[in-house]
């Protein structure tokens, strides 16, 4: 990289139209970020010290839980860091990263809830094959592939983002580095890399999107054609709630890179939804709702309790 960059670090300028909000704003964020940390990394360990969630769909929420720890770590550690009055520089090696990996984790996560549309489609559509279909092995499949899938995507993104000649200005209008934010400081043509930062990352969230639609659609139909009434709220609830976080993800994604002139603020707003609230709402979601998690949750608390005592 450092044969196409003269220079050596960014400055993060922050959230636009913010001056003088800088306390109020860390007390909220680290606040958000503690609850997102401690509350996934409760669920992952319920999820594992319980042999009844030893199942396809619980394994998924694990992992979910993982990423939800990992996605906003990318972001929010060099935000509070700043918002507390240090310094706002960031390497150039230390942009990249920050891309690549915001990209490899968001792309991962995405993939992961098409993933666990399909496992609820086979769960509800046919319940009687279930663990046939979703055996060890096609779950840990099905999770490389997403893996893979956004590891490609991050290096894509990464190296045509940098592969651009950086030499003048190194002011980030955002709080973190970003393609929008990033390619217009280049000193180079940054057209092509634009166009297939909007075209990769539409592409792969309209797909994903789409995926989700076809599984949940045939979910739809068999609810509607469950005969109890208890049966059909409870398969109702459970795709609800997936519905609501896949709709809190995919929806900033597509705001932000489909946009044909980048508006800072905007585009501040919502990555801080889908970076920082999102996380959060996914603990909320997903797991403080199911009767399961929280039964284990449970578990793990009193024996964390009885071992103080």
């Known amino acids: 990289m450092g044969n196409h ?14 001056e003088g909000l800088e306390t109020v704003l860390l007390v909220i964020f680290s606040s ?3 609850f997102t940390l401690l509350g996934n990394l409760l669920i992952f360990t319920a999820i594992i010290s319980s042999s009844t969630l030893h199942t396809p769909m619980y394994f998924f929420l694990g992992l979910l839980s993982v990423f939800d720890m990992l996605f906003p770590s990318v972001t929010c550690p060099k935000m509070l860091f700043y918002l507390s009055g240090l310094s706002r520089a960031i390497s150039y090696k230390g942009c990249a990263a920050q891309l690549f990996f915001y990209h490899l984790l968001g792309s991962t996560e995405g993939c992961l809830y098409s993933v666990m549309a399909y496992d609820r489609y086979v769960a509800i559509c046919h319940p009687l094959r279930y663990m046939l279909i979703m055996k060890p092995a096609v779950c840990v499949s099905l999770v490389t ?21 950086y030499c003048g200005p190194n002011q980030v209008d955002h709080f973190f580095c970003d393609i929008p934010a990033v ?33 949940y659609t ?82 793990v608390l009193q024996n964390v309790f009885i071992v103080q005592e």
Not at 5 to 18: M, V
Not at 145 to 165: E, K, P, R, Y
Not at 190 to 200: D, K
């Open 5 to 18: 960059s003269l220079l050596n670090e960014f400055i993060l300028l922050g959230i636009p139209q913010t």
């Open 32 to 34: 958000i970020y503690l």
């Open 145 to 165: 592939v997403a893996l893979l899938g956004g590891c490609v995507h991050a290096t894509t993104l990464t190296s045509f983002t940098f592969q651009l000649t």
């Open 183 to 215: 390619l217009p400081l280049a000193c180079t043509d940054s057209s092509l890399a634009q166009r297939v930062g909007s075209i990769n990352v539409g592409l792969l969230a309209l797909t994903l999107l789409f995926s989700v639609c076809v599984s």
């Open 218 to 299: 045939h979910i739809g139909i068999a609810i509607l054609r469950i005969r109890s009434a208890e049966g059909r709220q409870k398969a109702f609830s459970t795709c609800s709630a997936h519905l609501t976080a896949i709709l809190c993800a995919y929806g900033p994604v597509i705001i932000i890179y489909l946009q044909r002139t980048p508006n800072p603020l905007l585009g501040a707003v919502v990555q801080i939804l889908n970076n920082i609230v999102s996380p959060m709402l996914n603990l909320l979601i997903y797991s403080l709702r199911n009767k399961e998690v929280k039964r284990s949750l449970k578990k």
